[in-house]
């Protein structure tokens, strides 16, 4: 098999204790959970271990504590001997950032600041426009981009996440949220859930996170991938350090191409994908795109001992 697409996890993947096995069993591991402690005004490691939970779901907690946890889990692969080598990396939503800084685009510790700084601004923006989020399932992508036109006399409301086939998550004010669940139901979605978020991520709403955080992403050194990078926004690559810039602040207010960034990387022939940070969203997602598509999760030691074990192709 070739090499994998490496593919990192975005908010809503966290739980408390994730990653502890391999702070205790990898000491590259540790060394990434300890240089997100120097780098943050507080103790990152002692909430992801010890919670509680309701701190671990706070926005600009779980965004630098995923993205450390993902990339400790790399590290601690490559400790044991993976060779770290892939075809391309993408993440979702806050997960590109994380992908970034595996392509050597970002410095750990600059992504670390930058994530925790935009959970901070999402959150603000919350507060100044309120809103919320809705999972639609079981009804087609077509379907429910029609929805959002209708539900939009009652407010800004729009697509999101386009997820997988059968799930859009929708973002905008209440109102019209309100009213895309009932045509939702109307159409024969399967469920519709309001997601527990603090604000309409993804959205218009969220122009005052995307106008601060254009400040700290122009400050930060931005470099040339070294493996390619999909970013969410255009479902293409993105490489010029000036676009990466654009596309991650264009992420906050566009919608996730998920789905399509999928299907763009399986057209292209891609033999395997490796989810690597906690929990396994991205393949239950991936089994809903490509139900045969080779996808391994790998979230803790022994899964990154087996992939360190798994052969690969000689250079």
């Given at each position: 098999?070739?090499?994998?697409?490496?593919?990192?996890?975005?908010?809503?993947?966290?739980f408390?204790g994730?990653?502890?096995?391999?702070?205790?069993?990898?000491?590259?591991?540790?060394?990434?959970?300890?240089?997100?402690?120097?780098?943050?005004?507080?103790?990152?490691?002692?909430?992801?271990?010890?919670?509680?939970?309701?701190?671990?779901?706070?926005?600009?907690?779980?965004?630098?504590?995923?993205?450390?946890?993902?990339?400790?889990?790399?590290?601690?692969?490559?400790?044991?001997?993976?060779?770290?080598?892939?075809?391309?990396?993408?993440?979702?939503?806050?997960g590109e950032?994380?992908?970034?800084?595996?392509?050597?685009?970002?410095?750990f510790?600059?992504?670390?600041?930058?994530?925790?700084?935009?959970?901070?601004?999402?959150?603000?923006a919350g507060?100044?426009?309120?809103?919320?989020?809705?999972s639609?399932?079981?009804?087609?992508e077509?379907?429910?981009?029609?929805?959002?036109e209708?539900?939009?006399?009652?407010?800004?409301?729009?697509a999101?996440?386009?997820?997988?086939?059968?799930?859009?998550?929708?973002?905008?004010?209440?109102?019209?949220?309100?009213?895309?669940?009932?045509?939702?139901?109307d159409?024969?979605?399967l469920?519709?859930?309001?997601?527990?978020?603090?604000?309409?991520?993804h959205?218009?709403?969220?122009?005052?996170?995307?106008?601060?955080?254009?400040?700290?992403?122009e400050?930060?050194?931005?470099?040339?991938?070294?493996?390619?990078?999909?970013?969410?926004?255009?479902a293409?690559?993105?490489?010029?350090?000036?676009?990466?810039?654009?596309?991650?602040?264009?992420?906050?207010t566009?919608?996730?191409?998920?789905?399509?960034?999928?299907?763009r990387?399986?057209a292209?022939?891609?033999?395997?994908?490796?989810?690597?940070?906690?929990g396994?969203?991205?393949?239950g997602?991936?089994?809903?795109?490509?139900?045969?598509?080779?996808?391994?999760?790998?979230?803790?030691m022994?899964?990154?001992?087996?992939?360190?074990?798994?052969?690969?192709?000689?250079?």
């Open positions: 098999m070739g090499d994998p697409v490496v593919l990192f996890p975005g908010q809503g993947a966290q408390v994730m990653g502890r096995d391999i702070y205790e069993k990898s000491s590259a591991g540790r060394g990434v959970f300890d240089r997100a402690d120097e780098v943050l005004p507080f103790s990152l490691t002692k909430i992801i271990f010890e919670g509680p939970e309701e701190k671990m779901t706070e926005t600009d907690i779980s965004q630098p504590a995923i993205l450390a946890t993902s990339i400790a889990v790399a590290e601690a692969a490559r400790e044991a001997g993976w060779p770290g080598r892939a075809r391309a990396a993408a993440g979702l939503s806050l950032y994380t992908a970034l800084v595996f392509a050597g685009a970002l410095s510790e600059d992504a670390v600041m930058l994530v925790y700084k935009r959970g901070m601004y999402m959150r603000e507060r100044e426009n309120p809103g919320g989020m809705l639609v399932i079981g009804l087609d077509k379907t429910v981009l029609g929805i959002v209708e539900a939009s006399s009652e407010g800004v409301v729009c999101a996440n386009l997820n997988c086939p059968g799930q859009v998550v929708l973002s905008g004010k209440m109102p019209a949220l309100e009213k895309a669940k009932k045509l939702a139901a159409r024969d979605a469920k519709t859930i309001f997601l527990k978020v603090a604000g309409a991520f959205s218009p709403l969220m122009k005052p996170a995307a106008d601060r955080l254009a400040a700290d992403l400050e930060t050194d931005v470099s040339t991938p070294s493996v390619p990078v999909i970013a969410n926004v255009t293409d690559y993105v490489s010029d350090p000036g676009e990466i810039r654009r596309r991650l602040l264009e992420q906050l566009s919608s996730v191409l998920w789905k399509k960034s999928m299907e990387l399986l292209e022939g891609v033999s395997g994908f490796v989810e690597m940070g906690p396994r969203v991205l393949t997602l991936m089994r809903r795109i490509r139900r045969k598509a080779a996808i391994s999760a790998v979230g803790d022994d899964a990154a001992r087996g992939l360190a074990e798994e052969p690969t192709d000689p250079r």
